[in-house]
């Protein structure tokens, strides 16, 4: 079993959609959390962190499933912009970097 | 300010030749980290500074790759000889101390390898 898991993708979604990705984690001792965004033949960059309060912004909102080892990115009104991978990260007490591979989001107009 | 710097950012060699890449982490970060990462997967780390010292290299292949950071401040990544299979992107990536455990990382633009 992989450590951090993704939905395989692509999704394919029409723009002004809401799209959902779930993520799910094999370490329960886990810190902290992320989704990455990465455009295609560019690096990851940072979309935003997850609290277990949950978070916004704008249209994305992540939250985080403790007691499940979950989590989850919700994008609102998409965009063809936001057309890219989605990475789900999970930093462990060793402050390493734990990455899913990813799922590909593609927006058509 | 400037970001994580990676040269060279394309690099196409022959099986069995030697290649180098070089990092230049965020002006603070002490911490560094060479990841590589294959076509539909996501980032695999291959080692990690805290400063000079490799506190993890576990992942990485000891017999052809070696890296350093001699300074504390930029990096080295050598593959020697390359295999068909190391082509994939190499990404750098730096972070600031450990304080803030929710800080993300800051990664480089990577350099592409193809073995041929």
């Known amino acids: 079993r992989k450590e951090v898991e993704q939905d395989p993708g692509p999704f394919n979604v029409p723009e002004g959609a809401t799209v959902a990705f779930n993520c799910t984690y094999s370490n329960s001792a886990s810190q902290s959390f992320f989704w990455y965004r990465q455009d295609c033949r560019k690096e990851p960059k940072l979309l935003m962190s997850v609290y277990s309060s949950g978070n916004e912004d704008g249209r994305f909102t992540a939250q985080l499933n403790r007691a499940s080892q979950y989590i989850s990115l919700l994008i609102r009104d998409s965009k063809l912009s936001d057309s890219a991978t989605y990475l789900c990260?999970?930093?462990?007490?060793?402050?390493?970097?734990?990455w899913g591979a990813g799922t590909k989001l593609i927006i058509k107009p | 300010e400037a970001g994580v710097v990676q040269s060279p950012r394309y690099k196409i060699i022959e099986k069995k030749q030697p290649v180098a890449f070089w990092c230049n982490p965020i002006?603070?970060?002490?911490?560094l980290y060479w990841y590589r990462q294959n076509l539909g997967q996501g980032p695999e780390l291959l080692i990690r500074?805290?400063?000079?010292?490799?506190?993890?290299d576990s992942q990485l292949p000891k017999d052809r790759f070696s890296a350093e950071r001699l300074k504390g401040v930029d990096s080295t990544l050598k593959i020697q000889p390359a295999e068909l299979g190391d082509s994939a992107v190499y990404l750098c990536a730096s972070s600031p101390p450990r304080g803030d455990p929710n800080y993300g990382y800051t990664f480089g633009s990577g350099t592409r390898l193809t073995v041929v």
């Open positions: 990260v999970v930093k462990d007490s060793n402050y390493q970097l734990i």
């Open positions: 002006s603070g970060h002490n911490t």
């Open positions: 500074y805290e400063n000079e010292e490799a506190v993890d």
